[in-house]
RNA sequence: GGGCGCAUAGCUCAGCUGGUUAGAGCGCUGUCCUCACACGACAGAGGUCGAAGGUUCGAAUCCUUCUGCGCCCACCA
């Protein structure tokens, strides 16, 4: 016992505190009898999880090949979306563990083999550019390093990310598959993906080609299109002599690269210069300037007519495209001008704007200058602003008919396993814009020109590799031949197959992050190898995600494993809100308003923290937390805690094994004996060595009403959860724990004896269908009161099942409803007359035909209302003097003499009096409808008619009292 | 410019394919340290379900329009 058990809990101290203390100091409320073993009176969460977490861990069961039966349950796999390894996790991270917890402890529990695959991902761009960050505070730059040294300290970071990012996972308590954990850059993971790229080459799904692409002048990388973000900025639209026309741009300085002009087909100004070819001179000689039409042109805006850069955007590149035009690249690389800019050249972008624009000026060049609102793109990773150009890059062709595939491109494969149903998209709203992003979905440039991320897999001969010229025009076809000199694979031969030559350079390039982490769901079961766990967990049933990455990540795995495998990923998509502050906030460093996770799991525990990210938030919507909300679990969690408590004060015998139960700590060797919980033995198939608890015969009205309750919630729990419904079901839980078996059922139990069985059996049920949401808590009760030694774990019981709901069902919930409303009357009668707690007043039921139920139930209601005389009659004189009530048909009073004010309570009843006949009003004039009689459903009319009966007895009875009273 | 989502008690949200006098938690008011829990118990107040039309015997729920927030997509140079 700790020193604590000394302090009564009646210190002076202790009385009305109401601040919110960690951990409230382990005070029994008495001397701890011997036949009392005791839960210490708050839950410890600090004190219990990491050795829970360790007991889980430690037996192997987060591995589905170690699970009891293991061969012949059925498979259950979630992939975890592996977290950029850039640091720490934050509570947007915890939402998904916990959601992908729960989804995987369910299904542990319902018998299937329940594989969750842990693993972190290299975020290629995200995590070097972090680096980059960290080595400039020492004053050096990755070229300072070089490309081996740079990446040892990056391979150094992601070590140690990784680490903290293992120890947050397993604090939030998920019951992940550590020892399938997988690293998208790691060895199998490389080799996969060298495989993947190779098979796609082979496939003239991956091309070569000269291009336009997005370019990020910081990272001195492409982007993929969904990689660009936009943003409204102020900017200046100019208005430049250009030959004989003038031409509105925001980029001036791009004029110089311009190979055409486009003006719309029907635009009667300009009609005479289609096709024609025209000279202008900005200054670095004459450019040749072809007028072409195009539909696009909106005739009203600026001059009409648009100035083409094909180099230097994407627009102008497609119409170059389509007309022939020529491309001149006058911005490079490094962001700026090259060669081709003449006397700009070697200028950064926006200083030969301003000097450009200068000189334009001076020759009288600029016509006038507006002002405008533009939306610009930045880098999603730096906010840098991007320069589209020309480049040499990499791309997966989306549109290429795949033979094995049936002749149908990565596209049409992504639109019709969505389409079809194969996959499911919750909440399907995001059907729609998955397709219209599949759809609208263009080459994706995969290579990125960085240092940290899968090095393209191939490789060039020095010896005859001759690299095509730069084109003028991009020819799609010549890019996918296969080229002289050139290996594609892990490793080239010695010699060349083209020339015999030894020598062979790998491409400097890495592959986009989403190469390897859109091939997730099967390279982290072995992929290309044909391996058991591929055969067995692939595909996976759930992907369960935030909605900010459906176009990133989720269309990607889709394209690639369905490329890959030929079959789905996933069967369900699940995408989850982001999460807010209590304002509805994104969190950020600057707002100050970040909530860690383990800082409040420290606080609340885990399992509130799990259980507010959970209840009150849904599918596709972003959920807001607060403190407050994490502390209203904690009081739940509790809660649970005292009525496992009360339970064993109640029902535990002196026979427990061991000295005491001690009051912190966990997994304790002995546990409490609930000794007359019969157990039904050993459960065969799966073996389990617990065992369920036989179910308990109802002796009375209360036993029946709280298993009648306990096997609806049982299934309501269940098809939510199946239904993915959770914070519904956490919601059925938490109303049927609080406010039926604690507040009514437990309450019942210190009346009514002899619930030595049915509460244990009620507990162990909700211990089981809790612990998906809250696993720490329910297996630490589970380990003191039910375990059978070692390795007996709650995480690997089964799942609850029901018995159905009958009519006989519906008559014991209506007739304990009785019994409750009776008892909330005299409650308020009491609490209206202020009526000392502790005094017991006497009181007459006027109860009818249900003058029989009541006096069954007389004790209940005798202890629960702290009735000392009740009288029950069908039907009787009314007593004078009395506070009344009405409920269900049962006339409820309480004499209390002089404390009764008759005026008051003639004033109370006239005002319920005008309520109830209101009603009754309305029922009757529905009734008299006879468009509702004869339109509405039999059943529903029946029902108005019940309803009005009843309200119709209410009323009289009510008028009746009134009389009473005088 | 397209598309989507949300508007229900002071706050956060439930209310499935239309059928009780619209629910819960927090907060609020009152009483209570009743022997599981003050991280608690009991009782209570509080809403014309964003607005206007429409469909229907019946609408928070379906349709139309509008208003206010929020998000996504898009090549206005």
Not at 85 to 104: K, N, P, Q, R, Y
Not at 188 to 210: K, T
Not at 534 to 561: G, S
Not at 946 to 953: F, V
Request: aromatic share 8%; net charge positive.
């Amino acid at each position: 016992m700790r020193k604590a058990s000394q302090k009564s809990k009646k210190h002076p101290q202790q009385r009305g505190r109401r601040t919110i203390t960690l951990y409230k100091d382990a005070a029994p409320a008495r001397e701890p009898g011997p036949k009392a073993p005791e839960l210490a009176p708050a839950y410890e969460a600090a004190v219990v999880e990491d050795k829970i977490y360790q007991a889980w861990e430690k037996s192997g069961y987060f591995n589905p090949d170690n699970l009891p039966g293991a061969a012949k349950r059925q498979p259950f796999t979630i992939m975890m979306p592996p977290p950029n390894a850039t640091g720490t996790l934050h509570i947007g991270h915890a939402m998904f563990v916990t959601l992908e917890d729960l989804m995987t402890r369910f299904n542990r529990l319902r018998g299937r083999a329940a594989l969750w695959l842990p693993g972190t991902d290299h975020a290629a761009i995200a995590t070097g550019t972090k680096v980059e960050k960290i080595i400039a505070k020492e004053g050096l730059t990755k070229y300072d390093l070089g490309r081996e040294g740079f990446l040892k300290r990056v391979n150094e970071f992601v070590a140690g990310s990784q680490a903290t990012i293992r120890k947050q996972i397993r604090k939030i308590g998920a019951s992940c598959d550590w020892s399938r954990e997988a690293y998208t850059l790691d060895a199998p993971r490389s080799a996969a993906v060298i495989e993947l790229f190779r098979r796609m080459y082979e496939d003239g799904l991956i091309y070569r080609g000269y291009r336009i692409v997005n370019w990020c002048p910081r990272c001195e990388s492409t982007l993929a299109d969904d990689e660009v973000e936009y943003k409204e900025e102020p900017a200046k639209l100019y208005y430049m002599k250009y030959g004989p026309f003038v031409v509105a741009t925001t980029r001036p300085e791009t004029k110089l690269g311009d190979t055409g002009v486009a003006v719309h087909p029907d635009d009667k100004r300009y009609k005479k210069w289609i096709g024609q070819t025209i000279t202008v001179d900005f200054g670095i000689g004459p450019q040749e300037i072809r007028v072409i039409t195009d539909k696009s042109v909106d005739m009203n805006f600026g001059s009409g007519m648009v100035g083409l850069t094909p180099a230097h955007s994407a627009v102008d590149f497609k119409m170059a495209e389509e007309n022939g035009l020529p491309i001149k690249k006058v911005i490079g690389e490094d962001g700026k001008m090259t060669a081709l800019a003449g006397k700009y050249a070697g200028l950064p972008v926006v200083e030969a704007r301003a000097k450009f624009v200068a000189d334009l000026q001076a020759k009288g060049l600029i016509e006038k200058i507006e002002d405008l609102q533009h939306s610009i793109s930045v880098c999603y990773r730096c906010g840098t602003v991007v320069e589209p150009l020309t480049s040499r890059q990499w791309f997966v062709d989306v549109n290429r008919p795949i033979k094995q595939r049936g002749g149908r491109s990565l596209k049409r494969l992504s639109l019709e396993v969505v389409r079809k149903h194969k996959i499911e998209i919750l909440p399907d709203r995001f059907e729609k814009v998955y397709f219209h992003w599949m759809e609208n979905l263009r080459d994706w440039c995969i290579s990125r020109q960085i240092w940290f991320g899968h090095r393209i897999p191939v490789w060039y001969c020095q010896g005859c590799y001759v690299e095509e010229e730069e084109a003028s025009r991009p020819d799609m076809e010549m890019e996918t031949k296969r080229h002289i000199g050139l290996f594609v694979g892990a490793k080239p031969p010695k010699h060349c197959p083209d020339c015999g030559g030894t020598t062979w350079v790998q491409d400097a390039d890495t592959l986009d992050t989403w190469f390897s982490s859109g091939a997730w769901t099967f390279t982290t079961l072995g992929w290309p190898n044909k391996t058991k766990d591929l055969k067995r967990f692939h595909p996976t049933q759930v992907l369960e995600t935030a909605y900010d990455i459906l176009f990133f990540w989720v269309a990607r795995m889709i394209m690639m494993t369905e490329y890959a495998l030929g079959e789905v990923p996933f069967e369900k998509v699940y995408l989850h809100g982001l999460v807010r502050d209590e304002q509805g906030r994104k969190m950020s460093k600057s707002l100050g308003n970040i909530i860690d996770p383990l800082d409040v799991a420290a606080k609340y525990g885990t399992d509130a923290v799990r259980l507010s990210l959970v209840i009150g938030t849904s599918v596709g919507a972003d959920a807001k937390i607060s403190d407050e909300k994490i502390g209203y679990f904690r009081n739940f969690t509790n809660k649970l805690w005292n009525i496992s408590r009360f339970i064993i004060m109640s029902c535990g015998n002196s026979e427990r094994q061991g000295p005491s139960i001690r009051p912190s700590g966990s997994l304790v060797e002995e546990h409490v004996v609930l000794a007359r919980a019969e157990r039904s033995g050993v459960e065969g198939r799966a073996g389990f060595q617990g065992g369920p608890i036989k179910r308990p015969t109802a002796k009375t009205l209360a036993d029946r009403w709280i298993l009648g309750r306990l096997d609806a919630v049982v299934r309501s729990v269940t098809v939510d959860l199946e239904a993915m419904n959770f914070s519904r079901a956490g919601e059925t839980l938490r109303d049927f724990t609080w406010n039926e078996l604690a507040d009514w059922y437990l309450e019942i139990a210190k009346i009514e004896k002899g619930k030595e069985k049915i509460l244990p059996f009620i507990l162990l049920e909700i211990l089981k269908l809790w612990h998906p949401f809250m696993p720490f808590v329910t297996e630490e009760i589970y380990q003191r009161v039910f375990a059978k030694g070692k390795g007996d774990m709650l995480m690997i019981q089964s799942w609850p099942t029901f018995a159905k709901a009958s009519v006989g069902t519906a008559m014991i919930n209506n007739e304990f409803t009785t019994v409750q409303e009776i008892i909330t009357a005299l409650r308020n009668i009491r609490a209206e007359y202020k009526v000392e707690p502790g005094k017991r007043v006497d009181a007459t039921v006027i109860a009818g035909a249900k003058a029989a139920l009541v006096k069954r139930e007389a004790e209940i209601v005798r202890g629960l209302a702290r009735v000392e005389k009740l009288e029950i009659v069908a039907k009787g004189k009314k007593p004078e003097k009395a506070a009344t009530a009405v409920v269900r048909g049962v006339q409820v009073f309480v004499p209390l003499g002089t404390l009764v004010d008759t005026d008051a309570e003639r004033a109370r009843l006239t005002a319920e009096i005008a309520e109830a006949e209101k009603y009754r009003g309305s029922l009757a004039g529905k009734l008299a409808n006879q468009d509702f009689i004869s339109r509405a459903p039999a059943a529903v009319v029946a029902g108005e008619r019940a309803k009005l009966a009843a309200q119709e007895d209410k009323v009289s009875k009510l008028k009746d009292q009134l009389t009473a009273l005088g």
